[in-house]
């Protein structure tokens, strides 16, 4: 478990979501596949934008839970591009949670690394062009 921290990052979040009822486990946590699956989302957007056009995730190379999540926590998800390859790029994704906002805890609860292609549009590899 990750001790909470004293503010967001100084950055727009890459995406900001509520978690909501619908979206716990059996044990009344957020699900982790809910949280994976917007880290996934939050990953591609830089992605995108450093490829200038469509990506696909390739890998998921880590994962790391730290802390639940739970319904009513406001999830803030930031996300980078740290390595850009000939076709490929890795995005870090580091997400907060911020319980009872306003004057709550921000808990670093997730934090993940993951591989997109940058790819045609018949989804066959191509190059990322050189940056801007």
Known sequence: MHPPVDRLPDRQPTTRVLAMPTDIN????IFGGWIMSHVDIAGAIPAARRAHGRIATVAVNSFQFHDPVYVGDLVSFYAEVVRVGNTSLT???????ERDRGEGEIIHVTQAVLTYVAVDLD????PVPPAD
Do not use: K
């Open 26 to 29: 059996s044990r009344g946590d």
């Open 91 to 97: 995005v870090q994704v580091d997400v907060y949670a």
């Open 123 to 126: 989804g066959r590899p191509r």
